[in-house]
């Protein structure tokens, strides 16, 4: 499995920002966008579903962020709107083979990729 996230950077509150994660070798039924602030825990951000295109997303992105596949590039997009100071952060894309009621569990991801770094600033 190789992930390569991309699309981060500094951007002004209200901003939006799209994160690209070009995935290989998979053959997980759910790919996930995690972040983690310096000093804090990983926390799930979105998920979706390869077959099917079933999204999930934590309370933190609903309304903001839109997750999308396109299975042609296998790439994952996380389109983010209205971006906070509080959605600074290292961004992680991840696959799972986990049920779907357990995709915002970080323990059940074991591939991670270098991150992309979001910064939201005024």
């Known amino acids: 499995v190789q992930l390569q996230a991309s699309g981060g950077g500094l951007v002004r509150i209200g901003g939006s920002l799209r994160l690209s994660c070009a995935a290989s070798g998979l053959s997980h039924s759910t790919i996930s966008w995690f972040r983690q602030a310096p000093g804090k825990e990983r926390d799930f951000v979105a998920a979706?579903?390869?077959?099917?295109?079933?999204?999930k997303y934590a309370d933190s992105a609903k309304g903001r962020f839109t997750i999308s596949l396109d299975s042609t590039k296998n790439t994952v997009y996380l389109q983010m709107n209205s971006l906070k100071p509080e959605d600074t952060a290292v961004y992680y894309c991840?696959?799972?083979?986990?049920?779907?009621?357990?995709?915002?569990?970080?323990?059940?991801?074991?591939?991670w990729g270098q991150g992309t770094l979001v910064t939201v600033s005024s």
């Open positions: 979706i579903r390869r077959i099917g295109g079933s999204t």
């Open positions: 991840s696959p799972t083979r986990v049920v779907w009621s357990g995709v915002s569990d970080p323990r059940q991801y074991h591939y």
